[in-house]
């Protein structure tokens, strides 16, 4: 693993400075650019003793590896893992468990949008499996825009096992696919629950498919057959927390 990340943009740098500030290690900034969007993330920066530099936009794409910086990359110390006994650690402290599993999902695009939507449904953790599956990149951080900071993703060594150890602490586990027994809408998505998404095109693997108690399919009215793992996700959740609030 290497022992510094950049973390770019302007959602991204901010939540880091705000929740993991010690991670922080320099920071560069945009020749030029004072407005008030920038303003809170400088005075956080200050009050950390962290040290920022202006410089070029050739500059910040090139630390960016080209991407959408918004005038403002830091250098950070990379976020911890956290593993299967951080995750049994937080279903006993946690009375009602509301958990999103990522089958196999590798596109850092979908991963960031994932964890956004999960932050917004008021999710407890993300579960995703050590291998074959994207970690908290720069790329993430960026499109989380900010959720990457903190919605805890949870590295398990066996999926699989890991969705047995849930079941066991009663937490209901419904995944999303084709084959379902009933529609999201028909489903019932009150109590300790984790909902399961699969990988971008080939949905969830068979393990994990066989270990969901209830698999459920968003019911689609037009051509198109699969959609976005972010956009399912984001209904799925959704779903969920309208039936939690009624």
């Keep these: 693993m290497k022992k510094q990340d950049m973390t770019f943009g302007l959602h991204a740098v901010e939540a880091v400075l705000k929740n993991s500030p010690e991670r922080v290690i320099e920071m560069w900034v945009l020749q030029g650019r004072d407005d008030a969007r920038l303003t809170p993330i400088l005075d956080i920066a200050a009050q950390w003793g962290v040290s920022v530099q202006y410089a070029s936009r050739k500059a910040l794409d090139d630390k960016s590896d080209g991407g959408q910086h918004q005038g403002v990359v830091a250098k950070v110390k990379p976020a911890k893992i956290l593993s299967d006994n951080e995750l049994a650690s937080m279903l006993d402290k946690t009375e009602v468990p509301f958990l999103l599993i990522l ?48 919605v805890p993703l949870y590295q398990v060594t066996n999926l699989a096992r890991t969705m047995r150890s849930l079941q066991e602490k009663g937490v209901w586990i419904i995944g999303a696919a084709g084959e379902a027994d009933c529609e999201l809408y028909q489903a019932s998505l009150t109590g300790p629950l984790a909902i399961a998404m699969g990988a971008e095109g080939k949905g969830l693997r068979r393990l994990s498919r066989e270990s969901c108690d209830t698999l459920v399919s968003i019911p689609m009215a037009g051509s198109v057959s699969s959609l976005n793992v972010s956009v399912a996700t984001g209904i799925c959740l959704f779903e969920a927390v309208r039936q939690r609030i009624a």
């Design 103 to 150: 089958d196999g999902v590798t596109d850092p695009h979908n991963l960031g949008a994932c964890l956004r939507n999960a932050d917004a449904a008021g999710v407890h953790g993300v579960i995703v499996p050590k291998d074959n599956s994207v970690g908290l990149t720069p790329v993430v951080s960026k499109v989380a825009c900010g959720a990457a900071e903190v």
